[in-house]
């Protein structure tokens, strides 16, 4: 699906836009009820429609404590994903990084952690933030990769902090200062 919206961070195979109501018409809404996708995050436990999808994307193209926007792989104009700096404080000049990567043949290929790169270093620079962090489960490895690729460092783990498929799970909490944001 070509996007009516152009490209906000350019990066060498892919470029992130803001979402836009023609997203919903794409495999988007699928992303958030397909088990897994999503094992790694608190979706796919309500259903998850173009309804739903379309709202979301309404409320955050006004939202301005959170920059949601849509990752798309150049070569074929695709959106393989949503990656956003979300919670963004003012003050405390801090935001939360969270990632979605929908399309599976797009994983383990570094897409993720170009896109990631891209938005941290707009965060930082243009944003004027101080620290991003993020929380993810201790099952999920890619997002632990991610984060030390970012060059983030773990802080903790909340044990038990979150209810996925039946069990309570920790989540394990990583932050990145402005000054220590991995470019290569």
């Given at each position: 699906?070509?996007?009516?919206?152009?490209?906000?961070?350019?990066?060498?195979?892919?470029?992130?836009?803001?979402?836009?109501?023609?997203?919903?018409?794409?495999?988007?809404?699928?992303?958030?009820?397909?088990?897994?996708?999503?094992?790694?995050?608190?979706?796919?436990?309500?259903?998850?429609?173009?309804?739903?999808?379309?709202?979301?994307?309404?409320?955050?193209?006004?939202?301005?404590?959170?920059?949601v926007l849509a990752i798309v792989a150049s070569a074929g104009d695709r959106h393989i994903g949503n990656i956003a700096l979300q919670n963004i404080h003012p003050i405390h000049r801090s935001a939360d990084l969270a990632i979605l990567l929908g399309e599976r043949e797009y994983w383990g290929q570094g897409y993720g952690l170009e896109a990631a790169r891209l938005l941290c270093r707009?965060?930082?620079?243009?944003?004027?933030?101080?620290?991003?962090?993020?929380?993810?489960?201790?099952?999920?490895?890619?997002?632990?990769?991610?984060?030390?690729?970012?060059?983030?460092?773990?802080?903790?783990?909340?044990?038990?902090?979150?209810?996925?498929?039946?069990?309570?799970?920790?989540?394990?909490?990583?932050?990145?200062?402005?000054?220590?944001?991995?470019?290569?």
């Open positions: 699906m070509v996007s009516h919206n152009y490209p906000f961070l350019v990066g060498e195979r892919l470029y992130l836009r803001g979402l836009a109501e023609s997203d919903v018409e794409g495999p988007y809404p699928a992303w958030l009820n397909d088990q897994e996708t999503c094992a790694g995050n608190s979706h796919a436990v309500f259903p998850y429609g173009t309804f739903q999808a379309a709202a979301y994307i309404r409320e955050v193209q006004t939202n301005r404590d959170a920059l707009h965060g930082f620079a243009a944003l004027n933030l101080h620290r991003i962090q993020c929380g993810t489960y201790e099952s999920n490895g890619a997002m632990q990769k991610l984060a030390l690729a970012l060059g983030m460092c773990q802080e903790g783990v909340r044990r038990q902090a979150a209810y996925k498929s039946g069990d309570y799970v920790n989540v394990v909490e990583y932050g990145l200062l402005r000054n220590e944001l991995i470019v290569g």
